[in-house]
């Protein structure tokens, strides 16, 4: 897909949906670092349940990152194409989510995933979560 020559309104929209993409990947990956020591990869996922920083208001924030960033890409190429591939995207991320992940972390979290997923959405924000005390 060749570069515009010239950015018009929709290159320049792009770039807010990219930048916060970006930053939400990038805050996620630092919270799981520093407070679950670990990693988005599955051969070093994180030690402790991360339910800080953007995990507070939903459970998914590094995906929507990702959408966010691929929904910028498909604005400043004005796609239509990559626009399907979001939405395709989207569905893997869902099913991966639902069909694997989730059952992974009740196994490894137990009943503080559980609190944690009825107090949080999986993909919009809601209310703020509250550690238990």
Known sequence: MPLHDRWELPQYIALVPA???????FWCIW?????????????????????????KYVRNPMYIG????LLA???????SNLLKYVVGTFICFHLFIV????????RRFGESYMSYCRSVNRWLPGKKYQMPK
């Open 99 to 106: 069909l694997y992940e989730e059952a992974n972390l009740r």
């Open 66 to 69: 990702v959408l966010l960033f």
């Open 19 to 25: 930048l916060c993409g970006l930053i939400i990947y």
């Open 31 to 55: 919270d799981f670092a520093a407070i679950g020591r670990g990693t988005p990869a599955p051969i070093d996922p994180p030690k402790v349940l991360v339910v800080h920083g953007l995990y």
């Open 73 to 79: 890409e498909s604005s400043f190429f004005e796609s």
